[in-house]
């Protein structure tokens, strides 16, 4: 079947413009996943949902970061006000269950540039 | 704050080389284990993932993992690359907190030549 997908794979964006990122993860996977990977660097955790709800936000750098799930399938990653800082590549991941032992599926990413 | 080293970044081999990625994290508590693997132009995908039992872990490709508890590591192993494994390989960490956190090191670009 079909795999994590996420769109726009590319964007870029003037210092200040808000964005949103979306992810379409594997049709019945109950947990979703948003990472930022910076440059040579490994995926860093933003932010997880079970179904719809937001069980985990710590990982999200500032309040101009937000995700919303609102039927507990496709997301969406937000971010207001975009900063230099902010240019990475965003990841979603989804896996089956809630259970931190389960495969996650990643999808191909969203590369963000913020000018 | 917990964390995941992997030593080396980049490792070149010849074809046959045996293969060793080392990985540490810091955290006393109880872990899943996980090696994903980033082929050129694809998605990340799992590798092999440990949470209990044998600490010498299989997985796909003929690659293995050794969990030592003492140590704090969790080796990746292979005993012959071919040109295909040419990848950036990534440790993660997922420590039973409550919480759902996965923790990823920096990733090793291995190259293979043929």
Redesign the interface.
């Known amino acids: 079947g079909a795999?994590?997908s996420q769109s726009p794979r590319y964007k870029v964006a003037k210092r200040g413009q808000d964005v949103a990122l979306r992810c379409d993860p594997i049709s019945g996977h109950v947990?979703l996943?948003w990472?930022q990977q910076a440059l040579?660097?490994?995926?860093?955790?933003l932010t997880?949902f079970?179904n719809e709800a937001q069980?985990?936000k710590?990982?999200l750098p500032s309040d101009r970061f937000f995700a919303e799930r609102p039927e507990g399938s496709v997301s969406t990653l937000k971010i207001q006000r975009t900063q230099q800082e902010d240019s990475a590549v965003y990841?979603c991941?989804s896996s089956w269950s809630g259970n931190?032992?389960d495969?996650?599926?990643?999808?191909?990413g969203t590369r963000l540039t913020v000018l | 704050a917990q964390s995941v080293s992997q030593h080396n970044h980049h490792v070149i081999l010849s074809e046959a080389a045996s293969l060793e990625l080392g990985c540490n994290y810091s955290y006393g508590g109880t872990v899943n284990l996980f090696w994903y693997v980033q082929y050129p132009g694809q998605h990340l995908q799992l590798l092999l993932k440990y949470f209990s039992g044998d600490p010498l872990v299989k997985g796909i490709k003929g690659f293995e993992a050794e969990f030592i508890k003492s140590k704090f590591s969790f080796n990746l192993r292979k005993p012959s690359v071919q040109w295909s494994d040419t990848a950036e390989y990534f440790c993660a960490v997922s420590p039973y907190t409550g919480g759902f956190k996965t923790i990823f090191g920096a990733g090793t670009r291995l190259f293979v030549k043929a």
Do not use: H, M, N, T
């Open positions: 795999g994590v947990s996943f990472y040579g660097q490994g995926p860093e955790f997880y079970q069980l985990d710590s990982g990841l991941a931190q032992r495969e996650q599926f990643f999808g191909p």
